[in-house]
């Protein structure tokens, strides 16, 4: 059977905004039925259904004027379903009966109110297990898969997946609340709360083009998000300093590749390429940030971003005061990551051997073998003192764990340029 051309593309239509709506919604839809239920998991599970049914749906009958709308309807139908059936002699009669009415009346509403900020903060409970608390803010808010976040995490997916399915019952069981603290309940679960955007704002800024859809609308959540905590929370030093460690990365998207699709490091990119105006608005929350009195992780490297354009665009090296704002994150955050970042600047100012004693403080870390970075890194101190043997093994391994098929070439440039 066959359809007419103007039918097809209706059809295909449809299914595009059934998907940009799933993407675009689902943190905002688990954290309204979340919040209601008490159960991340029954949330996850109804919205799942929803999705699958709108893009079953849509394409034959067409896109609801509400599609957000029409998804919590939905999603309202299945979570209610579920409730009934698999906790009948948990929840009496009249218990489903407000949860019913409650989630009936709000799925009318022209608009459903926003509380993935809260349901951040419950995922950041003391009560969850701390090294999970950011991976599960990661998928219930960002709807990031257990495959992407064990990867982000050092872990294997199978753990992480036990991990996240163990949190969601504690969060049930213990009766969390979904709210934002007051404030003497603040500390480290507001911590946790930067540190989940952050790694989901990474996450999609792995695609450097922007043509990912699911990784672009990644990269606008996490910034949404960190806009929102900053907003909410003006007297948290560190939430405009993430925010504008974020601006300084998205604000040199477009000049992390050439024309040909070429990935381009920083050091070799066009500054007139970069964005100026997040740039500008990054350097005053760094101002603001520092004027409330208090430094933090997210401050120093929103500081190591500042330093790097400042060096880039005016030519004037700075690599004392990188190393030292490096050696002060360090201190403060003690990550291989930053161990890794460090070893490279102090390479500029001691030279690659130093480089390679400094970066020895973690090269214990078996979380290491697989993080390309490491690899990358490591090859380049080698081939600068000369241990070509070495160097060409470093980005050998570098290669093979690389995603990016951009980067991928550029670590291929460089190990072909060794003298054998």
Same mark, same amino acid.
């Given at each position: ?14 299914? *595009? ?8 919604s689902?943190g ?49 139908? *299945? ?25 009936d ?41 257990? *495959? ?108 992390r ?41 997210y ?25 030292q ?77 690389e995603?990016?098929?951009s ?11 060794l003298?054998p």
């Open positions: 059977m066959s359809f007419p051309e103007g039918h097809v593309q209706a059809r295909d239509d449809a299914r *595009k905004t059934a998907d940009a709506v799933a993407r675009r689902y905002k839809l688990v954290a309204f039925l979340a919040a209601r239920t008490r159960d991340v998991a029954a949330a996850e599970d109804a919205l799942s259904e929803a999705f699958a049914a709108a893009l079953a749906d849509w394409p034959v009958k067409g896109c609801p004027a509400n599609p957000e709308g029409w998804l919590l309807t939905v999603a309202r139908r *299945k979570v209610i379903d579920m409730f009934r059936g698999r906790r009948r002699h948990e929840l009496a009669g009249e218990q489903l009966r407000v949860l019913a009415e409650g989630l009346a709000a799925a009318t509403d022209a608009q459903i109110p926003d509380q993935r900020l809260a349901l951040m903060f419950a995922c950041a409970h003391p009560a969850i297990d701390a090294a999970v608390r950011a991976p599960l803010i990661l998928q219930v808010v960002l709807g990031l898969d257990a *495959k992407t976040i064990a990867s982000a995490f050092l872990t294997s997916p199978a753990a992480m997946g036990k991990r996240l399915g163990r949190a969601k019952d504690k969060i049930r069981q213990a009766g969390i609340p979904f709210s934002v603290p007051e404030r003497e309940e603040l500390p480290g679960r507001f911590d946790t709360v930067l540190d989940a955007i952050y790694a989901g704002f990474t996450e999609g800024w792995t695609d450097p083009g922007g043509t990912d859809a699911v990784r672009r609308d990644l990269t606008e959540e996490a910034m949404f998000l960190a806009r929102l905590v900053t907003e909410l929370l003006p007297t948290e030093p560190e939430a405009p300093g993430l925010l504008a460690l974020m601006l300084h990365a998205e604000a040199r998207r477009h000049a590749r050439n024309r040909h699709g070429d990935y381009v490091p920083l050091a070799e990119q066009d500054p007139a390429l970069w964005d100026s105006q997040m740039i500008d608005e990054a350097e005053a929350l760094l101002r603001r940030a520092s004027a409330l009195g208090s430094i933090g992780r401050q120093l490297e929103g500081a190591l971003q500042s330093a790097h354009v400042y060096r880039c665009r005016t030519g004037r090296a700075n690599w004392v005061e990188v190393v704002l490096y050696d002060a994150l360090f201190e403060l955050a003690g990550s291989p990551v930053v161990a890794i970042n460090r070893a490279l600047a102090i390479a500029e100012v001691h030279g690659a051997g130093a480089a390679l004693d400094a970066m020895q403080e973690v090269a214990a870390d078996g979380r290491l073998a697989e993080y390309q970075p490491y690899w990358a890194a490591r090859a380049e101190l080698l081939a600068k003192t000369g241990a070509h043997a070495e160097a060409r093994r470093a980005y050998e391994i570098a290669i093979g764990l995603r990016d098929a980067v991928r070439r550029f670590l291929q440039l460089r190990q072909s340029a003298a």
